[in-house]
């Protein structure tokens, strides 16, 4: 079946250490995304690759840098984590087309990776 | 601004009795919209979506919602809930052709034998 994952599904790091999390995809989708969710929070937009733009959320911290390297991978990396950035992180993929064309960005989620931070 | 809410945050109810889910938008302007489930520690799974046509959209799970324009509404319901339905439920909504998924804050949905 096509889906989206992610691993690892639990990360546990240290205080400044950096960390990357993975996510993959065999929907063939152009858009993937990475939300943050906070305990009893609704997920948090935190950037976006549209095909290889990178499109950044206004609110995202620099420590929180993004890459794609083909359609089917984007990695989520954390330079320095502070305690305030443990939470689940969620990898979506959408396929949504130029203008002129239905575009309804249905999103498709991975199950998650939740981040420790001691 | 674009909003999306969700107006109850905790909503717990017996086993087998029905249950709705609230939700309203902010804007009647062309909208795409979306009820996901969360389950402890898993990602976000989509129940049903609003895309166009029939105002009410059933989805997995015997879900379903009603999508009310004039109300700028999209409730969700199930006429009889069981245990493992309990859950975190977010509602979404898309306001423009490729635009954003928004969320609304969520709904805990605990339901007790």
């Known amino acids: 079946d096509a889906m989206v994952i992610q691993n690892p599904r639990y990360q546990v790091t240290q205080f400044g250490k950096p960390v990357t999390l993975s996510c993959s995809q065999t929907l063939n989708h152009n858009v993937m995304y990475w939300y943050q969710q906070k305990s009893s929070q609704a997920p948090k937009l935190l950037f976006h690759?549209?095909?290889?733009?990178?499109?950044n959320e206004a609110d995202t911290p620099d420590n929180f840098q993004s890459r794609r390297p083909n359609t089917s991978f984007c990695f989520l990396d954390i330079r320095s984590p502070g305690l305030g950035d443990a939470a689940m992180y969620l990898c979506?993929?959408?396929?949504?087309?130029?203008?002129?064309?239905?575009?309804?960005?249905?999103?498709?989620f991975g199950p998650g990776t939740r981040l420790t931070v001691l | 601004a674009q909003s999306v809410t969700q107006l109850d945050s905790q909503v717990p109810v017996f086993e087998e009795a029905p249950v709705e889910l609230r939700c309203n938008y902010s804007s009647s302007v062309s909208v795409y919209l979306f009820w996901y489930v969360q389950y402890p520690n898993q990602g976000l799974q989509l129940l049903l979506k609003?895309?166009?046509?029939?105002?009410l959209v059933k989805g997995i799970n015997g879900f379903e919602a009603e999508f009310n324009k004039s109300q700028t509404s999209f409730h969700l319901r199930k006429p009889s809930v069981h245990i493992s339905d309990t859950a975190e439920y977010f509602c979404a909504v898309v306001y423009n052709q490729g635009g954003k998924l928004i969320f609304g804050q969520g709904t805990e949905l605990s339901v007790k034998p």
């Open positions: 690759y549209y095909d290889k733009d990178f499109n």
């Open positions: 979506a993929t959408s396929r949504v087309t130029a203008s002129g064309g239905q575009s309804y960005n249905e999103q498709f």
């Open positions: 609003y895309l166009s046509g029939s105002t």
